[in-house]
C-alpha cells in the first residue's frame, strides 16, 4: 500500500535529519526542549513510585539559626541531628554534607561517636564524599578511618547537562576514575538501594531520571518571591492535571494564577526543626514518618549553592536529585531507563519500529479526510471548510502525539531507554510527516500511474 511507502519513506527523512541536526548543531540542539514538554507525560504515568520508602530530612535556615549555628555548623550539631533521627529506627541514612575541611572543631568526636552508634543499632549510615583537586574522594582523615566500619562513604558526583543545565541523568557509580582507593565508588542512590537488599546491574550507562509530578504533602518550605505574592505562599504549587502541564506555558498561566511556579518536589520532606523539642504527638507522627524509612540529610539554606535544576520541580535541593534517582531505582530494578546515545544498536532497532508507527497509524485517517476535504471544501474557502481543515490538523496532531507518547512510555518502561535519547527522531519524523517530504518524496521516487511525463 502506498501509504506503507510514504511511512518509511518518512521515516528515513527522521532519521536522516536526527542525524544531520546532530553532526550540523550537536547532538543535543532541540531534544531537550522536547524532553521538557514530554516530562510531564513521564511524570504522570510514574505516579506514587516507591515515595512512600523514602523521606527526606532538610537543614534550612531556621533550623540552623534555632540551634544558635552558622553554616557550616559545628560537628556537635550534626551529632545531635543523628541522636535525634535515631530514636525513630530508619531503615538506612544518608548525610549529604561533605565532612571533608580540616577546620578546627573540638567536637569532631561527638559526629564520629554517633555515627557509629546509629550503625550499632542496626541502621545503615552513608556519608557523602565530593570530589577533591587531586579528582579524590576522601574526608577528614578521622572519618577515613572509620570507613567501611561505621558507614559507607558514597559519591555525590553531579555534572548538569551541558546544554540546558537540567538534572536528566544520574551516574551510578565511579569505576576507572581517580586513584586507587575510589575505584568503583558507588553512588548514593546505588549504595541506598543496595541497602534494602536487592542489587542492580550497573552499565556504562547513567541512570535516565524519570521526575514524578504528584507533590509531596510536605515540601521545601521556600516562600514565594513573585510580585503580588502572600507572604506565606509557597513558591512551588501541586500539579494542574496532565493536560494543564502539557499546554502551553502562556496558556496555563492565563488560567491558573500558580501556572508560572514549578511543581512542588516529589518526596515528602521533614525539617530539622521539627526533631527538637517534640510533643508526645509530634513524636507519634515522627515515628510514622521515618520507622523503616530510607532517610537522606540534606541542606536548603540560603547561602550554599547544593542546588540543581529539575524539568519540571525548578531549582531545588541537591539531596533530591539522590531521592529521585533511588527511587527509580526501587520502582524498575534492573529495568532502570538508560541515557542512551543514537548509535546504540538497541535505540536504532527501537526507534525503526516505532517510528513507523507514528507515521503509519495515522495514515488511513489522514488521507481519508484529506480527500473528503479536496472533494468538498478546500478549493471552496467558506467557513465549513475553513473549520474543517483546522479540525483535520488538529485531529491529526492529536493521533500523531498520542502514538508518540505511547510510545515514548513503552521504550521507558519496557525497554529501558531514557525519553531524553528517543524523543529527538520522533519529533522529527512527525516533522517530516507533517511536511509531508513523505508523499512528495514517494512521488518523485515513484510516480503514479497516469502522472508520469506530466500526464494527468
Known sequence: MRFVLESVIALGVGLLLTFFVEWMFG?????????????PIAGSSYGEGKRDDIR????????????????????????????????????????????SAQRDDDSLPSLLRQ??????????????????????????PELEELAGKCFEKVAVKYTPDDIDRLAWNYTLALTGEGHGHEHGLKSAALALYESTGRTVEVEHHTLALTWGSKAAAHGVAWLSNEAGAAAD????????????????????????????????????TIRAGQLTETTAEQDVQLRQLIEGKVLLIGTALSDTSDLIL?????????????????????????????????????????????????????????????????????????????????????????????????????GQYWLGLGFLSIINVIVLTLLAEWFEFNEKLSEYLFPKKGNEHGHS
Open 233 to 268: 505562599e509557597s513558591y512551588c504549587r501541586d500539579t494542574h492535571g496532565l493536560l494543564a502541564e502539557l499546554a502551553p506555558p502562556g496558556l496555563r498561566n492565563s488560567i491558573y494564577r500558580d501556572g508560572s511556579k514549578p511543581v512542588c518536589v516529589f518526596h515528602e
Open 56 to 99: 527526606v530530612l532538610l537543614i534550612d535556615d531556621a533550623a540552623i539559626a534555632a540551634a544558635g549555628q552558622q553554616w557550616p555548623a559545628r560537628y556537635s550539631y550534626s551529632a545531635r541531628l543523628l541522636r535525634a533521627v535515631a530514636q525513630y529506627h530508619p531503615k538506612a541514612v544518608f548525610v549529604d554534607i561533605y565532612y
Open 310 to 410: 529539575t524539568p519540571m520541580h525548578g531549582r531545588i535541593p541537591g539531596v533530591y536529585l539522590h531521592a529521585m534517582a533511588l527511587d527509580n531505582l526501587m520502582t524498575f530494578g534492573d529495568d532502570y531507563a538508560r541515557a542512551m546515545h543514537l548509535t546504540s544498536p538497541k535505540l536504532v532497532l527501537f526507534l525503526l519500529a516505532s517510528m513507523l508507527l507514528v507515521t503509519l497509524a495515522p495514515k488511513p485517517f489522514v488521507h481519508k479526510m484529506k480527500e473528503r476535504l479536496k472533494r468538498k471544501h478546500v478549493r471552496r474557502p467558506d467557513v465549513v471548510g475553513i473549520i474543517l481543515y483546522l479540525l483535520w490538523c488538529l485531529g491529526r496532531l492529536l493521533v500523531s502525539l498520542a502514538i508518540a507518547a505511547v510510545l515514548l512510555l513503552i
Open 27 to 39: 547532538e543535543e540542539f532541540i531534544t531537550r526542549q522536547q524532553a521538557r514538554a514530554y516530562a
Open 115 to 140: 555515627v557509629c552508634a546509629l550503625h550499632e543499632q542496626g541502621t545503615k549510615v552513608f556519608l557523602a564524599a565530593n570530589r577533591n583537586r587531586q579528582d579524590e574522594y576522601v574526608l577528614r
